[in-house]
């Protein structure tokens, strides 16, 4: 079972391709995971990874490609694997095909989880850190106890600025312009399909599920 999952910044897909991953006993790839891991190893891929990310530039498609392709040939990937973060553009996805291909294999589901604009701007800039030991709250869903304050070590909590309303708003335009092609890029290929990301974390996954045929 090879499974992509799309969706705006904030929709939830992280947190449902994890649970996917734990069900169903397959790897959970993230792009941001398989630098981390190649850095860490010193690999010949992360070494060239690591150049581009130091100077603050982004890693060119081919070599996020390469990486990818590199990760989903290991030993735990054979019964499939979620990907979460990519595809994330309309070449990205017609490479990851061509790889695919070479290995005799083909993505089954692209799960779109769907949530309007407004809802992510509210979920997301309603977040709010604790600097100090990591803990996070959400104004509405789930508030410190003591507003403001965090209820794990004390220490004031703060909004990230990549949880601002501006950077949010932000980064959905960078979503839509260059990520939602791939709805309509899946939806060709007959494997898409679109859940309601706006009910509860557990529904939408139950929903995926009876997608996967529990």
Do not use: W
């Not at 100077?55 to 735990?76: I, Y």
């Amino acid at each position: 079972m090879r499974l992509v999952m799309l969706g705006a910044p904030g929709a939830g897909k992280g947190t449902q391709a994890k649970k996917i991953a734990d069900k169903y006993g397959i790897p959970h790839i993230s792009t941001g995971d398989i630098f981390r891991a190649n850095i860490k190893n010193g690999t010949e891929l992360g070494k060239r990874a690591k150049a581009y990310m130091d100077q603050g530039a982004l890693v060119p498609d081919e070599l996020v490609v390469d990486l990818v392709a590199d990760r989903v040939k290991q030993a735990d990937c054979e019964k499939g694997y979620v990907l979460d973060g990519f595809p994330r553009t309309i070449p990205q996805a017609e490479s990851l095909d061509a790889v695919l291909k070479d290995m005799g294999q083909k993505i089954d589901h692209a799960i779109n989880v769907e949530v309007p604009d407004e809802n992510i701007v509210k979920r997301m800039s309603g977040r709010r850190a604790c600097v100090s030991c990591g803990a996070t709250y959400h104004i509405e869903h789930a508030p410190s106890k003591k507003e403001g304050i965090c209820d794990r070590c004390g220490e004031a909590l703060i909004l990230r600025d990549d949880d601002r309303a501006e950077t949010v708003k932000t980064r959905l335009s960078v979503y839509h312009e260059q990520t939602q092609p791939l709805i309509e890029y899946y939806g060709g290929q007959g494997c898409l399909e679109d859940v309601d990301g706006t009910m509860d974390m557990e529904e939408v996954f139950a929903a995926i599920c009876r997608i996967l045929g529990e």
